[in-house]
């Protein structure tokens, strides 16, 4: 038996009221679904963005900095 049809059985056997709330439930579970998507694809556009941004720079000469050269006086 597939687990839709269990939980149909199992929610026919439920009052009206319990029914509406269990209906409320699983619409929060399906937005909350499509949002863990969603938030999944905005991580991997910004993975992608930033590779390409910084793409080429790996291979620029770096400068050779100091711990003299990190030191700010303020006045």
């Known amino acids: 038996m597939a687990i ?3 939980i149909q059985q199992y929610v026919q056997r439920l009052p009206i009221a319990f029914q509406t709330e269990v209906l409320d439930f699983v619409e929060y579970l399906v937005t909350k679904a ?3 998507t969603s938030r ?3 991580q991997d556009w910004s993975a ?3 590779a390409l941004a910084m793409r080429g720079m790996e291979d620029e000469d770096v400068p050779a900095y100091t711990i003299a050269d990190l030191k700010v006086v303020f006045a």
């Open 4 to 6: 839709t049809e269990r």
């Open 48 to 50: 992608l963005s930033l």
């Open 34 to 36: 499509e949002h863990d």
């Open 40 to 42: 999944e694809e905005e």
